[in-house]
């Protein structure tokens, strides 16, 4: 069933392409200007740069004095501390990428690695920021406000899963390195080039899921038959970029359009769990993040419905 659905998906887009080439174009040239412009100078120097650290050990003489406090707080050690921090400072996939990342390598169990996928992969500060309030709500909702919902939701999800998912589940086996990658005590050149090399097809196949998004995102605002707020409701749990600029321009009210804003952001859409999927490369599930992204989205949508009661 999975297999057929692709495949009618796919001769869907093939079918738009050839049907309405023009528009085609203009979609995949967006798509490959938000991978030129934005995705590959932001995200590929952490890829190459955080790939080094990962061969060298330089993770542990970097958090590993803060043990106890990454234990007690978030119930993660040094390692998964630091696909946290690099995770909430780059936004989407790079949480996932370094707790897979780090599970293969063997320096995070299983648990961890999934516990991890819950709450560490989410939209960038500069996205949200600069793309979101400034122009999406063209800076008609406080900054500050949407951080900290945005952080209390993913807080919630953390202690959700953390003690009630997790909490008596034991550790299980690491798993050892997979191809490309390099012993730790290759010489400082041959690490450098691993990264590289894994730095760029990660980011690679990134675009290609981005182009075909928003492929697919043209291909819904051209055909859908229903009322237009269903439409933008779609296309932002497609295409979160795509979506929250239509929803930019459908007219609804501010406030409809900070709830759904904030909802779709908190989700990501299905272009980032694709992405997220792919940077799994198989050796993690991807329904631990799927099913905090719903609720994390949920759990957006009530607290901007009461913090805008009170406020």
Same mark, same amino acid.
């Given at each position: 069933?999975?297999?057929?659905?692709?495949?009618?998906?796919?001769?869907?887009?093939?079918?738009?392409?050839?049907?309405?080439?023009?528009?085609?174009?203009?979609?995949?040239?967006?798509?490959?200007?938000?991978?030129?412009?934005?995705?590959?100078?932001?995200?590929?120097?952490?890829?190459?740069?955080?790939?080094?650290?990962?061969?060298?050990?330089?993770?542990?003489?970097?958090?590993?004095?803060?043990?106890?406090?990454?234990?007690?707080?978030?119930?993660?050690?040094?390692?998964?501390?630091?696909?946290?921090?690099?995770?909430?400072?780059?936004?989407?996939?790079?949480?996932?990428?370094?707790?897979?990342?780090?599970?293969?390598?063997?320096?995070?169990?299983?648990?961890?690695?999934?516990?991890?996928?819950?709450?560490?992969?989410?939209?960038?500060?500069?996205?949200?920021?600069?793309?979101?309030?400034?122009?999406?709500?063209?800076?008609?909702?406080? %900054?500050? @406000?949407?951080? $900290?919902?945005?952080? *209390?939701?993913? =807080?919630?999800? #953390?202690?959700?899963?953390? !003690?009630?998912?997790?909490?008596?589940?034991?550790?299980?086996?690491?798993?050892?390195?997979?191809?490309?990658?390099?012993?730790?005590?290759?010489?400082?050149?041959?690490?450098?080039?691993?990264?590289?090399?894994?730095?760029?097809?990660?980011?690679?196949?990134?675009?290609?899921?981005?182009?075909?998004?928003?492929?697919?995102?043209?291909?819904?605002?051209?055909?859908?038959?229903?009322?237009?707020?269903?439409?933008?409701?779609?296309?932002?749990?497609?295409?979160?970029?795509?979506?929250?600029?239509? %929803?930019? @321009?459908?007219? $609804?009210?501010?406030? *409809?359009?900070? =709830?759904?804003? #904030?909802?779709?952001?908190? !989700?990501?859409?299905?272009?980032?769990?694709?992405?997220?999927?792919?940077?799994?490369?198989?050796?993690?599930?991807?329904?631990?993040?799927?099913?905090?992204?719903?609720?994390?989205?949920?759990?957006?949508?009530?607290?901007?419905?009461?913090?805008?009661?009170?406020?």
């Amino acid at each position: 069933m999975k297999r057929k659905l692709v495949v009618t998906g796919v001769l869907l887009l093939l079918l738009f392409l050839l049907r309405y080439p023009q528009e085609a174009l203009a979609a995949s040239r967006e798509g490959m200007k938000l991978w030129l412009n934005t995705l590959i100078p932001t995200l590929l120097p952490f890829l190459i740069l955080t790939g080094f650290l990962l061969h060298t050990d330089g993770i542990e003489k970097i958090l590993s004095p803060l043990s106890v406090v990454w234990k007690k707080l978030l119930g993660l050690s040094p390692q998964g501390a630091y696909a946290f921090l690099l995770g909430m400072l780059c936004g989407y996939p790079m949480g996932a990428k370094l707790s897979s990342d780090l599970y293969r390598w063997g320096k995070i169990d299983r648990r961890e690695a999934e516990y991890l996928l819950t709450f560490c992969n989410n939209a960038s500060p500069a996205f949200l920021t600069t793309y979101l309030a400034h122009v999406c709500l063209g800076d008609k909702a406080d %900054l500050k @406000q949407i951080l $900290l919902i945005l952080i *209390l939701a993913d =807080l919630v999800c #953390m202690l959700f899963f953390r !003690f009630v998912v997790y909490h008596n589940r034991t550790a299980t086996d690491k798993v050892c390195a997979s191809k490309k990658e390099t012993p730790i005590a290759s010489s400082p050149g041959a690490i450098i080039d691993v990264s590289i090399m894994n730095g760029f097809e990660t980011i690679t196949r990134l675009g290609g899921y981005i182009l075909l998004f928003s492929l697919l995102a043209a291909c819904i605002n051209h055909y859908w038959p229903f009322a237009p707020l269903g439409k933008y409701l779609l296309l932002g749990t497609t295409e979160i970029t795509t979506g929250l600029y239509q %929803l930019t @321009q459908s007219g $609804l009210p501010f406030r *409809l359009l900070y =709830l759904c804003s #904030m909802s779709m952001t908190a !989700f990501g859409g299905l272009c980032i769990m694709a992405q997220t999927k792919s940077v799994l490369e198989g050796k993690l599930s991807i329904l631990p993040y799927a099913a905090a992204k719903c609720l994390n989205a949920a759990v957006t949508a009530v607290l901007v419905l009461i913090i805008t009661q009170l406020v």
